[in-house]
């Protein structure tokens, strides 16, 4: 995981010092890489023994290797200019040519920082999981509900036996019948979603593997999960961050996905024809036009 993206996504989780020393770091990496300890903890107004503690949490050493880390990753990302001029600020009398540019902007930063920090490894345990699962379960509510909506149904398409819940009780009841096997998905931009965190705790009660899937991994959500699934979200004007994880949580499910597809390449490929040709019908061919709309009297 980048080493940026790894402290904003922990930093709501750390105690309270150490989150103001992320918070002066996060705020400006480059003038942050060339402080001393002292400055850095007059900036955060903190200590050097909360500096040197914050290191250790992020597993350096010391705050030399801290300092020599954040000053690679910020040389690298101007390098590859993933900088742009375009804020993250959008006012009401923007033009459409800067909302298109600070969405999109974020949108492809996000990606590129997900795809950096997914665990690959854990995507193989989640994939495999899936694969020999006797039932999986998937559940989010608002923004997330849409996410576990739609990686249901590509799951069910290549007939993995898969439901999806946006109602707590539904999933609760579900999560209950789950068992040895079977694989409960719980998707939650902050981890800290009560009836998600209830949901994967009740699943993995009864023996289901648990899978979090949230831009938090020291969150609730992920301390009950077995294996965590971890995305990357920034704040745009008018969209929160629960919004903006939309793109990274599909992005790490569409992996596991493919993953899924890989390994069950033949069953996978005879459900697409199947299903291709049964809606075959209900599509205009390339020569055909679609009826005329009736004329308004």
Not at 89 to 103: F, N
Not at 128 to 144: H, P, T
Not at 258 to 286: I, S, W
Request: proline share 3%.
């Amino acid at each position: 995981m980048e080493l940026l993206s790894r402290i904003r996504s922990e930093q709501q989780d750390l105690p309270e010092a150490l989150r103001r020393v992320a918070e002066v770091i996060l705020d400006d990496p480059a003038e942050s890489a060339r402080m001393t300890i002292v400055d850095l903890a007059e900036r955060s107004g903190t200590s050097t023994a909360t500096i040197t503690r914050f290191c250790r949490a992020l597993g350096f050493g010391g705050y030399a290797e801290l300092r020599v880390a954040v000053a690679t990753e910020t040389g690298r990302a101007a390098r590859q200019h993933w900088e742009t001029d375009i804020g993250q600020e959008i006012l009401p009398g923007d033009g459409l040519d800067k909302v298109l540019g600070v969405v999109s902007n974020s949108d492809i930063r996000l990606i590129q920082e997900t795809a950096a920090q997914l665990d690959l490894a854990t995507v193989e345990k989640v994939a495999s999981a899936i694969e020999s699962a006797g039932r999986v379960l998937l559940f989010g509510v608002a923004s997330s509900a849409a996410v576990a909506g739609e990686m249901e149904y590509r799951l069910q398409r290549i007939r993995v036996p898969t439901w999806s819940r946006s109602d707590a009780h539904s999933a609760l009841t579900d999560a209950a019948l789950l068992g040895q096997g079977d694989v409960a998905i719980g998707i939650s931009h902050s981890g800290r979603t009560r009836e998600v965190i209830e949901v994967l705790a009740e699943a993995g009660s009864h023996g289901a593997i648990t899978v979090a899937v949230t831009s938090h991994p020291r969150s609730p959500l992920a301390e009950v999960a077995e294996l965590v699934l971890s995305t990357a979200a920034r704040e745009t004007t008018f969209r929160a961050d629960g919004f903006a994880a939309i793109h990274s949580q599909l992005l790490v499910l569409d992996v596991v996905y493919v993953a899924v597809a890989q390994r069950t390449h033949e069953r996978t490929k005879e459900a697409f024809d199947l299903t291709v040709r049964a809606v075959t019908g209900h599509r205009y061919e390339p020569s055909q036009q679609p009826p005329a709309q009736p004329q308004s009297g």
